[in-house]
């Protein structure tokens, strides 16, 4: 079992930066990730890290302005996010995996994340 803790949501002008923080506790996952979720819309992937091999991966349109990383010590993967735009407002979710899977696709994560809001104006 993987429990998941959000923070670091919240309302930000466009051009703005947050940072997200999502804790694990429990056995350590294979890799973890950010799903995004505006209202109306399905889920959708934004960034993913493998916990041991550190690789990274990105959704097209926050290549550039948006940084996953992890702190191994503290079981926490953080995503900066740069450059904000309007478009960017969404629930944010965490979720960690426990296998070698495609990084885009929610259907292979098996834990997740309370949520956390980020809106951004324009």
């Known amino acids: 079992q993987v429990q998941l803790v959000e923070s670091g949501g919240g309302l930000v002008q466009a051009g703005g930066s947050l940072r997200l923080s999502c804790t694990a506790s429990?056995?350590?996952?294979?890799?973890m990730g950010w799903f995004r979720q505006a209202p109306g819309k399905e889920r959708k992937f934004v960034a993913a890290?493998?916990?041991?091999?550190?690789?990274?991966y990105y959704e097209d349109s926050v290549q550039g302005r948006f940084t996953i990383s992890r702190d191994n010590a503290k079981n926490t993967v953080y995503l900066q996010m740069n450059s904000l735009k309007p478009e960017d407002t969404a629930v944010y979710y965490c979720?960690?995996?426990?296998?070698?899977?495609?990084?885009?696709?929610?259907?292979?994560?098996?834990?997740w994340g309370q949520g956390t809001q980020v809106t951004v104006s324009s």
């Open positions: 890290i493998n916990w041991s091999s550190g690789n990274t």
């Open positions: 429990g056995r350590t996952p294979y890799a």
């Open positions: 979720a960690a995996r426990s296998v070698d899977a495609d990084v885009r696709a929610y259907y292979n994560y098996d834990y």
